[in-house]
C-alpha cells in the first residue's frame, strides 16, 4: 500500500508540473522567439540609418567599420548593398563587394521601400533568422542592409530554460517523494501492525495488538476495534479449549465407573434382564465415543495448524497394510490402483487420519469376498471404493452433518466421523465428497493440493503403524454414525501428533 500511495502522489504531482511546466515553456518559447525578432529588427533599422548616412555623404569607407564592430559584438552577420542592389559590404567576407543582389526577393523588397523579417535556410541547411530593410531618406531609397542571425541562438535559451524547467520539476518530484514516503508510511504503519496481529490471530494467539496511536484516525479506530474483537475471540477460543480440556477429565472418568458399576451388576441379575444390561453398556460405550469425538472436534477446531508436503503414495501404501489384517478377517480384499500422486498438501497427521477412518467405514459395510479400493486419480485425488449397498443421494447430501444418522440404521454410531474427516480434508486446502460408486457402493473422493516442482518445502514423514496390528492407528476410537447407510464402523479418532490433539 505505501508504494501505491507513493505512486498515486507522483502521479498526482506530475499531473500539477505538467500543467504548470509545459505552458510556461511554451509561452517562454514563443516569447523569447518573438523579442529576438524584435530585437533583430530594432537593430537592423539603427544599422540601416547609420549606413543610409554614409551612404549618402559618400563615406563608404565607414560601412566596413560599422557593421564589423556589430558583428563581432553579437555575432549577426551584416550585409549592405547600394541602391542598385551591388554588395558595398558584408561582415562575414562570404559576398565580394560590388555581387549583385537585387535579385534576391528580400534585397529587392527592400529597395522597393519595404522591411522583411522573416526565417529562411541558407545554403548549408543552417536555420537563419533575416531582418532587410531600406536604407531610405522619405521616398529617396540610398541602399539596403541585410541582418541575419543563425535561429540556433534563440533555439539553445530555449533549450536551456526547458533544462531549467525540467531541473526545477525534478526537484520539486524529489521533495515530493520525501513528503509522500513519509506520510505513506505515517498512514500505513496501522495497517502493518493489524496485518502482523491478523497473522497472529490466525496462528492461534494475539500476543502484539495493533498499535492504536498512529495513523489517521480512521485507522486507530480500526485499530482499537480489532483489539477488542480480537481480545474477546481469544477469550471465547480459551475458554472453549479450557471446556474441552477439562471435559476430557471430568466426562471420561464417570463414563468410566457407570460402565464397571453396570457389569458389576450382571451376576445379581435375573437371566433375562442380561439383554437389557448389555444393551445398556453398548449405549455407555457410544456416549464415550460421542464424548471422545466431540472433544476431538473441538480440539481440532482450536488448533491451527499450517499444511506440509506429504507423499501421498506412502501414505497410502501404509495404512493399506496396517488395514489388511482386520481386512482380511473379515475375508475382504484392500487394493491400491491408479498412477502415482507424488506429494500433496496436508496438515501433519491429518492424511493417516482422513485414509484411516474412511478404510473403517468402508470396512465395516464390505460384503466378505469383495474389494476395497484405495484408487488415485489425477490432480492429487484419492478414492475410496467399497462394495457395500451404498448410499442414496439424500444419504449422502447429509452425510457430514454431525450426529446425523440414516433412519434404518441399526448401529451405535454417533454421527461425527465423517465431520471429523471433512475438517481435516478443509484444514488442509482439500475437499471431499461422496458418489456411487460403479455397480454398488459407495465411492469417496478426497481431493487434495498437489505440491507443484516451484515449491521447495521438507516433507513431514507419515505416520506409521506396525503392520499386522489389530488396531489400525493408536488414536482413541471415535464412532462414526450416518457414514454409511446408517453403518458405523471404528474411528481411529485423531492422531496423538496431531497438534493440540491429546487423548
Known amino acids: 500500500m505505501t508504494r501505491r500511495l507513493l505512486l498515486s502522489y507522483l502521479g498526482l504531482a506530475l499531473l500539477v508540473l505538467a500543467g504548470l511546466e509545459i505552458p510556461l515553456g511554451y509561452l517562454y518559447a514563443r516569447g523569447e522567439s518573438s523579442r529576438f525578432s524584435q530585437t533583430v529588427e530594432r537593430d537592423a533599422s539603427m544599422l540601416a540609418e547609420l549606413a543610409e548616412e554614409n551612404i549618402e555623404k559618400g563615406n563608404t569607407a565607414e560601412l566596413p567599420r560599422l557593421v564589423g564592430d556589430y558583428a563581432a559584438e553579437t555575432g549577426g552577420r551584416v550585409v549592405v548593398v547600394d541602391r542598385l542592389g551591388a554588395v558595398l559590404v558584408d561582415s562575414a567576407g562570404r559576398t565580394a563587394a560590388g555581387t549583385d543582389l537585387s535579385r534576391e526577393r528580400d534585397i529587392a523588397t527592400a529597395l522597393r521601400n519595404r522591411r522583411t523579417v522573416a526565417t529562411r535556410t541558407d545554403t548549408d541547411g543552417t536555420d537563419l533568422l533575416t531582418a532587410t530593410l531600406p536604407g531610405a531618406s522619405g521616398t529617396t531609397i540610398r541602399g539596403a542592409l541585410r541582418v541575419t542571425y543563425p535561429v540556433t541562438m534563440v533555439n539553445d535559451r530555449v533549450h536551456r530554460i526547458w533544462l531549467a524547467l525540467a531541473l526545477a520539476g525534478a526537484c ?30 490466525a ?12 495513523g489517521p484516525p480512521e485507522l486507530r479506530s480500526l485499530a482499537t476495534a480489532f483489539t477488542r474483537t480480537a481480545t474477546r475471540l481469544q477469550r471465547l477460543l480459551d475458554g472453549q479449549h479450557a471446556f474441552a480440556s477439562e471435559a476430557s477429565h471430568q466426562l471420561k472418568t464417570p463414563l468410566t465407573a457407570l460402565r464397571l458399576r453396570l457389569e458389576n451388576f450382571e451376576p445379581y441379575l435375573d437371566p433375562r434382564a442380561h439383554t437389557s444390561l448389555d444393551e445398556t453398556i453398548e449405549e455407555v460405550e457410544r456416549l464415550s465415543r460421542m464424548v471422545h469425538g466431540l472433544l476431538a472436534l473441538a480440539r481440532l477446531e482450536n488448533s491451527a495448524t499450517t499444511p506440509e508436503a506429504v507423499d501421498l503414495d506412502t501414505v497410502v501404501a501404509d495404512r493399506a497394510a496396517a488395514w489388511e489384517p482386520l481386512a482380511a478377517e473379515q475375508h475382504v480384499t484392500i487394493a491400491i490402483a491408479g498412477v502415482p500422486a507424488g506429494r500433496v498438501w496436508a496438515v501433519p497427521g491429518a492424511l493417516e487420519q482422513i485414509i484411516d477412518n474412511l478404510l473403517a467405514n468402508a470396512l465395516r459395510v464390505s460384503p466378505p469376498g469383495t474389494t476395497l479400493t484405495l484408487a488415485r486419480a489425477p490432480g492429487a485425488e484419492l478414492r475410496v471404493i ?118
Open 172 to 201: 520539486v518530484l524529489a521533495a515530493v517523494v520525501l513528503v509522500a514516503f513519509g506520510l505513506a508510511r505515517w498512514i500505513t504503519r496501522p495497517l502493518r501492525t493489524l496485518e502482523q496481529a491478523t497473522t497472529q490471530l
Open 203 to 214: 496462528d492461534g494467539r494475539l500476543t502484539s495488538p495493533p498499535d492504536t496511536t498512529t
Open 386 to 503: 467399497d462394495q457395500g449397498p451404498g448410499m442414496p443421494a439424500a444419504d449422502r447430501a447429509r452425510a457430514f452433518d454431525r450426529f446425523w444418522r440414516a433412519s434404518d440404521s441399526h448401529h451405535d454410531g454417533t454421527g461425527l466421523g465423517l465431520p471429523i474427516v471433512r475438517h481435516l480434508v478443509h484444514a488442509s486446502g482439500g475437499d471431499i465428497t461422496l458418489h456411487e460408486a460403479p455397480g454398488t457402493g459407495l465411492d469417496a473422493r478426497v481431493r487434495l493440493r498437489p505440491v507443484t516442482p516451484r515449491i521447495r518445502r521438507s516433507a513431514r514423514q507419515p505416520h506409521t503403524t506396525a503392520t499386522g496390528s489389530t488396531r489400525p492407528h493408536t488414536g482413541v476410537p471415535v464412532s462414526a454414525a450416518g457414514e454409511r447407510n446408517g453403518a458405523t464402523s471404528y474411528e481411529p479418532g485423531v492422531p496423538s501428533k496431531f497438534p493440540g490433539i491429546h487423548f
